[in-house]
């Protein structure tokens, strides 16, 4: 169906105008507990922890708020003393306070007080070596029960003095100051580094490689290159983690990892937009798992769902299922929701609702590659607001940092290899993107069985996909300038039913490669255009059907 793109704006309008009204007719906005129980799917209820009632104030333990005395071992002392003594709350107080890395104990929540801000130190002579060759986390807890973090207080990383710095990343006024106020740029120009420790430190890691009896000293030369997340929690269940804001992180700012019954709410990610891997949530192989109501500034991907084998697991069990993210706002990141691009644990049962994504790279961004892949089904979307997407609105790709030697070719299937099906999108909204909606399988594992439904982007390019299957459109609307609304390269069993589009648009489908077939397009009055279809080399005549 030809629309104005007038009309279409106005339409896309009032169906926001409709939810939101339908959404807060009550005058509530839902709470955590609602998103739960309306998920697309059986969601575990979500439980919790509660603390003994006994306060444990680090002043008490020698804490001094001055900025300038480190406070690593007072903190140490009330964690230490509070779990002893069966658990309760580590009060921070208002204040600022400088400290080293900070290990969480079961039963003891670590809360910060609103105008709390804890700075980690600078100092990287303090961040030791650990078993697992990486460097100590700013806030860490293994294999814990019972943990929270809370609180409106702010959590520093110090991430400046860490990170590296891609010129091609940064304005040029930045990086002439960083490069003026010291550190060193790499051979090349193309890179900064804080420290020359951190620039040698990669090939330093690569010469170990090989050889017998390392310890964790061994990386020692290397700390700066390796940089520490700020917050992991590894290995835990009950955690709550409501009301702090993380910022200026060495690397991932939020990374819970193998943790099940767990609730992040509350909680600002405020990473700077150059912050080299500077990811704002990623949860990693979690179970029955809420993210609700955060706000994240990301130098990488916002909220980031990953999953890697565990050997301890199941292996009939996705590593990463039972997760909702709701009332979420991403501003700046590669990606506002993301998977990827570890998925070799498999996921299932994610469900986003109600989010919105301002300025990110890529809105919606689903990535892996082959050697990183896994099953990812069951997949919900729905009720998302996007503007000014720099590039892809929703985007699948199996080719992640690929450098394009081995893409169009075919290789065995294996259990490492990107397996994206059965998502569910609807109800999405964007104004301003480069590409509306972009997929990329594998000749060998297509992207398959992919709904979308009452969607409406605006956007410089329409629908690209190729070696994709199963792929249904309902009710989408694209605004585009573009002559031509959907490319299909080698993609088979399309279905767009009442798809709508702008007075531009003379070509519905352009079919290339020999694989496309069965594309099927109702209710589109596409037999008015000038040219509906047309078919590229050795493509059927009867792959199109316009009912």
């Known amino acids: 169906m030809k629309l104005s793109l007038k009309h279409l704006a106005l339409t896309g309008a009032l169906v926001l105008a409709h939810f939101f009204k339908a959404a807060a007719q009550d005058g509530t906005v839902p709470d955590m507990n609602y998103y739960l129980t309306h998920a697309p799917f059986k969601m575990p209820a979500l439980t919790e922890p509660h603390f003994n009632g006994k306060t444990y104030n680090i002043q008490d333990y020698g804490a001094v708020s001055n900025g300038e005395y480190l406070n690593t071992e007072a903190i140490r002392k009330a964690i230490t003393a509070c779990s002893a003594a069966g658990g309760g709350t580590v009060h921070i107080p208002p204040g600022l306070w400088l400290t080293g890395p900070i290990v969480l104990q079961s039963n003891v929540n670590l809360h910060a007080d609103r105008g709390a801000l804890i700075i980690f130190s600078p100092d990287h002579a303090i961040y030791p070596i650990l078993a697992d060759n990486k460097v100590q986390r700013l806030i860490s807890g293994n294999n814990l029960e019972n943990v929270g973090l809370t609180g409106e207080g702010i959590y520093d990383g110090s991430g400046d003095t860490w990170r590296p710095l891609k010129k091609s990343k940064a304005a040029p006024a930045l990086w002439n100051d960083l490069t003026k106020s010291g550190g060193v740029v790499s051979t090349d120009g193309s890179m900064y580094w804080p420290t020359k420790e951190g620039l040698e430190g990669e090939a330093y890691v690569k010469g170990l490689k090989g050889k017998p009896n390392l310890k964790p000293d061994d990386y020692l030369p290397a700390r700066d290159f390796l940089r520490p997340n700020l917050v992991v929690i590894s290995n835990s269940k009950n955690v709550l983690i409501d009301g702090p804001t993380f910022k200026n ?158 893409q169009n070719k075919v290789v065995p299937v294996t259990n490492l290899t990107p397996k994206f099906q059965d998502f569910y999108i609807s109800h999405v909204y964007c104004n301003n993107a480069k590409t509306a909606i972009s997929i990329t399988g594998l000749p060998e594992m297509p992207v398959n069985h992919i709904n979308l439904s009452d969607v409406v982007i605006s956007a410089q390019q329409p629908i690209v996909a190729t070696e994709a299957s199963e792929i249904v459109l309902k009710n989408v609307k694209i605004i585009s300038p573009e002559k031509t609304l959907m490319k299909l390269d080698n993609s088979q069993n399309i279905t767009a039913d009442n798809i709508q589009y702008s007075n531009e648009t003379t070509t519905l489908v352009a079919a290339t490669g020999t694989k496309t077939s069965n594309i099927k397009i109702s209710n589109s009055n596409a037999k008015k255009l000038s040219k509906p279809v047309q078919l590229g080399t050795g493509v059927d005549k009867s792959t199109v059907h316009i009912l």
Request: charged share 15%.
């Open 249 to 406: 992180s060495p690397m991932f700012a939020l990374n819970p990892n193998n943790c099940n019954n767990l609730i992040i709410r509350n909680v600002t990610i405020n990473n700077e937009y150059y912050a080299q891997n500077g990811d704002g949530i990623d949860l990693s192989a979690c179970k029955n798992a809420v993210i609700y109501h955060c706000t994240v500034n990301a130098g990488d991907d916002g909220i980031c769902m990953k999953s890697s084998t565990n050997k301890n697991a199941n292996a009939d069990e996705a590593g990463l299922q039972n997760v909702v993210i709701a009332d979420c706002i991403v501003y700046h990141a590669h990606g506002g929701f993301v998977i990827g691009s570890n998925t070799d644990g498999g996921m299932n049962n994610v469900y986003v609702t109600n989010c919105n994504y301002v300025n990110t790279d890529i809105g919606i961004r689903v990535k892996s590659n082959r050697g990183r892949g896994g099953l990812v089904h069951n997949i919900y979307i729905d009720n998302v607001f996007m503007h000014d997407i720099l590039n892809e609105a929703i985007l699948f790709s199996t080719y992640y940092e690929d450098n394009g030697t081995n």
